[in-house]
């Protein structure tokens, strides 16, 4: 797969700051600002789309990668990250994306990113898209704790496991809380349709993208399973390119 150059940025915000990755076009048709999604499902999807970012750059479409504070190489402890200084982040994160970018930028929020996509899109005046994304906060939230409280009593995990272990309010997912996350992710919730969905064949609608196979299990999971075959990232960057400004002028490998 042909490659396109790829630089760390870095932007201030409040005490620390957020570390991020541009894939550059060579020259941009569209820009997209990724939004990741959070704990366990930003470390199995990372390398995911650090290919898609890069096939979607030779593409045409310059792609912002970033980390939320507390997470990742952006600045803060695990008890920093909130959903609310989430999207001030990721509101930073678009002013860096222009700065290298005067095309048209589209947000692209994956899973509980699409929650933040959705808020900082009706602040911004922007399109946003949703890939595979969470229905509201509070849900995504109850099954975080059902994952968390199966991993926890996992015997394939951990064998010589005793008695059954239960959560506690300050972690998650093997990160630590901040005292008031359970309450603001909560209050997050997708109140209007997003200009495009990118999920299974079986859940889009006229409009939206339908993934490949390879794209689909992901998401939840912890153990990577296998690597994203490039013929499939390939695949869907044409697809998102043609959905941004039209098909290709050329095929790209």
């Given at each position: 797969m042909t490659t396109a150059a790829t630089s760390l940025l870095q932007r201030t915000i409040g005490q620390g700051w957020i570390r991020a990755s541009l894939s550059a076009a060579a020259s941009p048709r569209a820009g997209i600002l990724l939004l990741p999604p959070f704990f366990h499902e930003w470390q199995r999807g990372y390398r995911l789309f650090a290919l898609l970012a890069e096939a979607l750059a030779v593409r045409g479409t310059s792609v912002l990668?970033?980390?939320?504070?507390g997470t990742g190489d952006s600045s803060g402890a695990d008890t920093e990250f909130l959903p609310s200084r989430a999207l001030d982040d990721a509101d930073v994160a678009l002013s860096l994306l222009r700065e290298h970018c005067e095309a048209p930028v589209t947000l692209?929020?994956?899973?509980?990113?699409?929650?933040?996509?959705?808020?900082?899109?009706?602040?911004?005046?922007?399109?946003?898209?949703?890939?595979?994304?969470?229905?509201?906060?509070?849900?995504?939230?109850?099954?975080?704790?059902?994952?968390?409280?199966?991993?926890?009593?996992?015997?394939?995990?951990?064998?010589?496991l005793g008695r059954?272990?239960?959560?506690?309010?300050?972690?998650?997912?093997?990160?630590?809380?901040?005292?008031?996350?359970?309450?603001?992710?909560?209050?997050?919730?997708?109140?209007?349709?997003?200009?495009?969905?990118?999920?299974?064949?079986?859940?889009?609608?006229?409009?939206?993208?339908?993934?490949?196979?390879?794209?689909?299990?992901?998401?939840?999971?912890?153990?990577l399973q296998s690597a994203p075959a490039l013929s499939a990232v390939a695949r869907t960057a044409d697809t998102l390119a043609a959905r941004l400004y039209g098909p290709a002028d050329r095929a790209v490998a």
């Open positions: 990668r970033f980390d939320y504070r692209l929020g994956v899973r509980g990113g699409a929650l933040l996509a959705e808020a900082l899109a009706l602040r911004r005046t922007l399109p946003w898209w949703a890939w595979q994304p969470v229905h509201d906060g509070e849900s995504h939230l109850r099954d975080l704790r059902e994952r968390d409280h199966h991993e926890r009593n996992n015997r394939l995990r951990f064998p010589f059954p272990r239960s959560g506690t309010d300050d972690a998650l997912m093997g990160h630590r809380l901040h005292p008031e996350f359970a309450l603001e992710l909560g209050i997050f919730r997708r109140r209007a349709a997003p200009d495009c969905r990118i999920d299974a064949e079986s859940a889009c609608g006229p409009g939206d993208v339908a993934l490949p196979p390879d794209f689909v299990a992901w998401a939840g999971q912890l153990d």
